[in-house]
């Protein structure tokens, strides 16, 4: 989508860290990485937020969980555990509106979020 951050940077218009990435999913670092751990896992198909989630096919929807869980997997995450987060609008803190997981880990997260 024409002005969507994180479509121009799975169209690679914008420059990121890449860490994996299929025809349909992303993986790149955070910008501004709020843990050791931080990256974001997008599908490359404009979705403003997962409330958009029937835009996308079930293969889709399957790999991009799985994505997620291999890369979480491939860090050693799994052990000590980490956290899988998506913020939906205002409320929820979403700052882009492309769907995206933030994929944090490496350090104590507290409960409730702040
Ligand atoms: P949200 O606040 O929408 O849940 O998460 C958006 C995330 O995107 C933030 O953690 C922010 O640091 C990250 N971000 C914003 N702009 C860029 C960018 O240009 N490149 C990368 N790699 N991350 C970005
Ligand atoms: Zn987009």
């Given at each position: 989508m024409k002005d969507c951050l994180f479509c121009k940077i799975a169209n690679k218009e914008i420059e990121s860290d890449i860490v994996f990435e299929s025809d349909k999913v992303m993986v790149f670092k955070d910008v501004s990485p709020v843990a050791p751990?931080?990256?974001?896992?997008?599908?490359?198909?404009?979705?403003?937020?997962?409330?958009?989630?029937?835009?996308?096919?079930?293969?889709?929807?399957?790999?991009?969980?799985?994505?997620?869980?291999?890369?979480?997997?491939?860090?050693?995450?799994?052990?000590?555990?980490?956290?899988?987060?998506?913020?939906?609008?205002?409320?929820?803190?979403?700052?882009?509106?492309?769907?995206?997981?933030h994929i944090l880990g490496k350090r104590k997260f507290v409960w409730p979020p702040g």
């Amino acid at each position: 989508m024409k002005d969507c951050l994180f479509c121009k940077i799975a169209n690679k218009e914008i420059e990121s860290d890449i860490v994996f990435e299929s025809d349909k999913v992303m993986v790149f670092k955070d910008v501004s990485p709020v843990a050791p751990v931080h990256l974001l896992v997008i599908p490359k198909k404009h979705i403003s937020s997962i409330m958009e989630i029937d835009k996308m096919d079930g293969p889709e929807i399957e790999g991009m969980m799985k994505t997620i869980v291999s890369m979480a997997s491939d860090l050693g995450l799994e052990k000590d555990g980490f956290r899988i987060v998506t913020n939906i609008g205002d409320n929820g803190g979403q700052s882009v509106g492309h769907l995206h997981f933030h994929i944090l880990g490496k350090r104590k997260f507290v409960w409730p979020p702040g």
